[in-house]
């Protein structure tokens, strides 16, 4: 090749890209929706110390977003400077970067908008006198007009035609309805992260959403609904290196997906799977299975701790040290649960202190030296209510520690099977069922494998110093195994037997289980040893963990085996049942009492 051929080639191949299709570009990774608009706009709000937000849109915001606030506003220089690509106060030098990022700040977000609509914004800085404010005029990216403008200190930015540079990406977005539910829901996260500060919602003049600056409690009443918060209850937990606080739901509200679950970190909205799950976890066996407890959820940490995520949108965060958070939730849901008795109080935090200003400068010695500074209520839900009042709820008390169970007056139908069938009107005396009032118009259904599963549970793991009792077998059963299960059956021997099924070495490899508690079918017994195994392997999880899991798969072989139950032994169970910790719930999250309704009869025979 020539070299002027190489020259023609090259230069009509290869073109440097505009600043502003660079823009457009990057525009495509920061705004997906106008709900996108919205998110990064209220945070710059937010980063300027705002006190109230006010956002109003049109047409699911397509045709205006504009967002109004009190906060420390820009000089003239900067808000031209604010449109320019890579232009932020908030990152000085690349040591900020890393950490920065993970709190979204790239300095893209205004230069990103600016490419795809007209965008107008007008600010005042605080300091200046006269409200001697700025108004700069911005069409697809270009300025058109600076001037002179009167304002309140503060900063106002009016995004109008949105997408209207990129008409490709118009035609993916959703309509102005679904779009301003994204909105919606953008600013019920916001107004979540940062209960200090005001917020309303209106889209032509109808508000959506409005929420004056107070705690969390009260924020929760205001954008959730008083449904939500009576669902409720409050929980706080403190180690060197994190805290937790907000409220999370009773075991019998919970849903079948995660819709209401809000996690903020550091008051930003992210989500977790991690922390979904080590919540769920920490209900233990207070869940029906599948179901996804609801929750509001600060988590404040070092953002160290956390792996940093450069994709903007991408709200999924990871722990540097998953197994040490997923430690910690267990152990505040656990004591919400209780009544957090041993919750340590009274119950105050430097938490809206703390969030206040970000300098980002010395973010981390800010972080640090916060945490010990002078204490702040974070809201009043601790001080005004005493946590055990709150918390006492009728589906987690021990109910024999209230009422002593009278069996013999329940007007016990009959047997069928392992079910138990009672007549309803009389029975809220003695049981009291989660999500079910009292009195209970037709007729309740016990399972009574699963009150033996609740009951086995309750002996093996809540209440250790009861053992279980154990019967010979008659003919001892033989378990080969193959040597690296050898090891781990070997040291499991002890909690094993503990868990109710007595077995020893016999030979190299081969072991024989003599004895095990009644109920469980000897044919099965092999097979739940082998199943056992598997919860063996897992190397990091806590003994008393991995005791819990043993015992839920022990716990669903109760009662295989039988098929009868005669009425004496079905009191005995009942009564057994009511002395547990849990006694609506079997192990594996199924009721154990369930309720037919006299209008479930009626539907039946329609
Ligand atoms: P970033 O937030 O990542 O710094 P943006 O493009 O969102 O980047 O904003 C650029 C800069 O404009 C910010 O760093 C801030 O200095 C300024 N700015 C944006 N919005 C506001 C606002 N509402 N009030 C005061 N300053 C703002
Ligand atoms: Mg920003």
């Known amino acids: 090749m020539t070299e002027g051929l190489k020259q023609e080639s090259m230069t009509s191949r290869i073109k440097v890209l505009s600043e502003e299709t660079i823009n457009q570009i990057a525009a495509g990774e920061v705004i997906e929706n106008p709900a996108s608009v919205v998110k990064e706009l209220v945070e710059n709000s937010l980063d300027a110390k705002a006190q109230h937000i006010s956002v109003e849109v049109l047409s699911g915001g397509f045709q205006l977003i504009r967002i109004s606030d009190d906060g420390i506003g820009m000089s003239q220089d900067d808000a031209v400077l604010s449109l320019e690509r890579h232009a932020t106060s908030k990152v000085r030098k690349i040591e900020d970067l890393l950490s920065i990022y993970s709190m979204g700040f790239r300095g893209e977000a205004l230069a990103s908008i600016a490419a795809i609509s007209k965008l107008t914004l007008i600010t005042c800085e605080k300091e200046t006198s006269n409200h001697q404010g700025v ?88 954008v959730l609904g008083q449904d939500y918060f009576k669902s409720v209850i409050p929980i706080f937990y403190e180690e060197s290196w994190i805290k937790i606080e907000g409220f999370i739901g009773k075991p019998s509200m919970a849903r079948s997906n995660k819709s209401g679950q809000y996690l903020f970190i550091n008051h930003r909205a992210v989500v977790s799977s991690g922390v979904s799950f080590a919540v769920s976890d920490g209900y233990s066996t207070m869940l029906e299975a599948r179901k996804h407890p609801i929750f509001v959820l600060h988590l404040t940490l070092n953002p160290e701790l956390l792996d940093v995520n450069v994709h903007p949108q991408k709200k999924e965060v990871r722990f ?150 154990m019967q010979a077998l008659l003919f001892p059963i033989t378990v080969h195994v193959n040597s690296a299960e050898a090891y781990l059956f070997e040291a499991a021997l002890p909690l094993i037997y503990h868990l109710g099924i007595q077995m020893r070495l016999f030979g190299e490899n081969t072991f024989i289980i003599e004895a095990c508690i009644q109920g469980l079918k000897e044919e099965k017994l092999k097979q739940l040893l082998y199943e056992c195994l598997d919860e063996m ?30 009425l004496a032994e079905s009191k005995v169970i009942l009564s057994e049942l009511l002395k547990t910790e849990h006694p609506y719930f079997c192990p594996a999250g199924k009721k154990t009492i369930g309720y037919m309704s006299v209008e479930q009869y009626d539907r039946f025979f329609n």
């Open 537 to 566: 392997r897992l190397g990091e999880i806590s003994e008393i963990e991995r005791k819990k899991r043993l015992a839920i798969k022990i716990a669903r072989n109760i009662g295989m085996g039988k098929v009868r139950y005669n």
């Open 320 to 469: 540097k040290d998953e197994s040490s958070m997923k430690i910690a939730i267990r152990k505040a849901v656990n004591l919400a649960l209780q009544g957090g008795e041993k919750q340590s109080s009274p119950v105050k935090s430097s938490f809206f202190e703390e969030l206040a200003p970000i300098s980002i400068g010395n973010l981390f010695a800010d972080f640090e030296e916060k945490k010990s500074s002078k204490e702040k209520t974070l809201c009043s839900f601790k001080a005004k209510v005493p946590i055990k009042e709150v918390s006492v709820q009728q589906d987690l008390l021990p109910l024999a520690s209230l009422t002593l169970p009278k069996i013999d007056d329940l007007e016990i139908i009959g047997i069928h099977g392992s079910y138990l069938l009672i007549e309803g009107s009389l029975a809220h005396k003695i049981f009291q069922l989660p999500s079910v009032k009292a009195p209970y118009e037709g007729l309740l259904i016990v399972d009574l494998k699963a009150c033996q599963s609740r009951i086995y549970f309750d002996k093996a793991v809540t209440r250790v110093q009861e053992s279980v009792e």
């Open 135 to 222: 108004k700069v005029v911005c069409e697809g990216g270009k300025i058109r007009s600076v001037g002179v403008f009167s304002r309140q200190a503060g900063t106002t930015l009016e995004v109008a035609s949105l997408f209207y540079t990129v008409p490709a990406r118009k035609k993916f977005q959703k309509s102005p309805p679904q779009a301003l539910a994204e909105i919606h829901k953008t600013m019920l996260f916001l107004a979540l992260a940062r209960p200090d500060v005001g917020f309303i919602l209106k889209s032509h003049d109808d508000i959506l959403l409005e929420a004056s600056s107070g705690c969390l409690e009260k924020r929760i009443q205001e």
